[in-house]
């Protein structure tokens, strides 16, 4: 989620040597006092770097692979997968379209799916990481990062993903690795040369079968996130009752 400060200071000098560090924040929209504790801690987040390199006009993919921890995301670029595409589509945006060739009656006959909800969505993380599964990839992602399974789980659960995990869970599936920054909202489609309209046509081209069984498995899950979140307020609300 960060890269060295000392790396970091030599990138800055590289793209706005004779900027002072008022400026960069001014320009950037980064606190001044917010960059001077990151440069102090010795760590400073990606998404400074990322907001630097977009007031400045600097590729910022190109500028996240100069750093070391990073240098696979313009060497590992691919384009996305029909999943990774679909799973970016929202659920409102797929029960709209079943709507919408309801009322065609006929797929061939639907036009370009439009105006679909902006990335990242609601489950915009977990349908990523379901759509780029592997037989084990959570658990490696786990082993790799020596992360606790269970903390994992609870940041899909929230639809959270700290841009390392993003990139590695890419790596280990063999995705373009710099999906993962997309899905987490940290940069755009159009930043990681994401087709324009890519997920629109992939929508128009799901299946009527794939289309509605896949509405029904989002509905379903979220189904179970109200049902817990039912459960755990009549929870709080019963031990409030008895505290009395």
Avoid: C
Wanted: hydrophobic share 45%; aromatic share 4%; proline share 5%.
């Amino acid at each position: 989620m960060s890269v060295p400060s000392k790396a970091f200071q030599q990138w800055l000098h590289s793209v706005a040597p004779a900027t002072s560090t008022a400026a960069v924040s001014r320009l950037s929209g980064i606190k001044r006092s917010t960059l001077a504790q990151q440069l102090v801690r010795g760590k400073v987040a990606l998404v400074t770097v990322v907001s630097i390199s977009r007031a400045f006009d600097v590729d910022v993919v190109g500028a996240l692979s100069s750093f070391d921890k990073y240098r696979d995301l313009v060497s590992g670029f691919k384009p996305p997968t029909k999943a990774e595409l679909i799973s970016q589509v929202s659920d409102l945006d797929l029960l709209q379209q079943i709507i919408a060739r309801n009322a065609a009656g006929d797929i061939h006959e639907q036009g370009p799916a439009r105006g679909l909800a902006p990335m990242p969505h609601k489950s915009s993380v977990r349908g990523w990481i379901e759509a780029i599964d592997t037989a084990d990839l959570r658990q490696r992602i786990s082993h790799d990062l020596r992360m606790a399974p269970q903390n994992l789980s609870a940041q899909l659960s929230a639809n959270r993903l700290p841009p390392d995990v993003a990139i590695q869970a890419a790596r280990i599936a063999g995705v373009g690795v710099t999906g993962g920054l997309v899905v987490t909202g940290l940069l755009t489609p159009e930043e990681v040369g994401w087709p324009r309209d890519a997920r629109e046509a992939a929508l128009r081209a799901l299946p009527d079968a794939e289309l509605v069984i896949l509405a029904a498995t989002r509905l379903d899950a979220l189904g179970k996130t109200l049902r817990r979140a039912d459960q755990d307020n009549e929870h709080t609300k019963a031990l409030w009752e008895n505290l009395g």
